[in-house]
């Protein structure tokens, strides 16, 4: 079975902290993806990434930055958390084509 | 640009009746839909899909018909189990352009004994 990793399940922050989330995927696939997940929108693209060193951004991307250097994981990054990011953030992988494989998420609070 | 549209939950059901969840969207071309379920602390995962107009996706007793005329694709059940309680999320994926997909807001379903 495809296996898609998040570091961790839940996290809280400081606003104005560097905030790190990690994704690893097990089944080499080349295309990963970074959503968040807020009550009442759905799930929101924030940054994808079809290759290794290669990234686009999403729908929203202000606020992030993400960096793919080997193509099992893609990190997402917070610059400076602020308490809009507080969120539920899913990671997925796919293999080309439009079956997305998510990870379980992260919980992130930002204080 | 691309959006797709769900109806607002939570449905409540008791178990074995009928559900639908509607699902309209907009997008230039022809899309690919799809309906992704997440269960209770869990990722989504997909439930099931269709390509092109009149394709009919199923999977555990769930279908759905891609609607060209009326830009829909609405999920079926003819008898809801406890175990089906989750979100559930409308998809498209553009046949041309960014190949990303796009999300409705969720559907939450609540089946009762």
């Known amino acids: 079975d495809v296996k898609v990793t998040q570091s961790s399940r839940y996290l809280v922050k400081r606003t104005g902290e560097k905030v790190f989330l990690e994704c690893v995927q097990d089944m080499d696939h080349e295309n990963m993806f970074w959503y968040r997940q807020d009550p009442g929108l759905g799930l929101r693209l924030i940054y994808f990434?079809?290759?290794?060193?290669?990234?686009e951004k999403g729908d929203i991307p202000e606020g992030y930055s993400v960096s793919r250097e080997k193509k099992e994981r893609f990190s997402l990054i917070l610059e400076s958390a602020s308490t809009n990011q507080t969120s539920m953030y899913l990671c997925?992988?796919?293999?080309?084509?439009?079956?997305?494989?998510f990870g379980s998420g992260t919980q992130l609070s930002v204080l | 640009g691309n959006s797709v549209t769900q109806m607002e939950g939570p449905v409540t059901l008791s178990e074995e009746a009928f559900l639908t969840i509607n699902c309209t969207y907009t997008a230039t071309g022809y899309p690919s839909l799809f309906w992704y379920v997440q269960y209770p602390g869990e990722g989504l995962q997909l439930l099931l899909k269709?390509?092109?107009?009149?394709d009919k996706g199923s999977n555990k007793g769930f279908e759905a018909t891609y609607r060209k005329e009326t830009t829909s694709f609405h999920l079926e059940k003819g008898s809801v189990q406890v175990s089906d309680s989750a979100v559930y999320f409308c998809?498209?994926?553009?046949?041309?352009?960014?190949?990303?997909?796009?999300f409705g807001s969720g559907t939450r379903l609540q089946v009762q004994p």
């Open positions: 997925a992988s796919s293999p080309g084509g439009e079956k997305l494989f």
């Open positions: 998809a498209l994926s553009p046949n041309t352009g960014r190949r990303a997909l796009t």
């Open positions: 990434s079809y290759d290794v060193k290669m990234k």
């Open positions: 269709a390509t092109k107009a009149d």
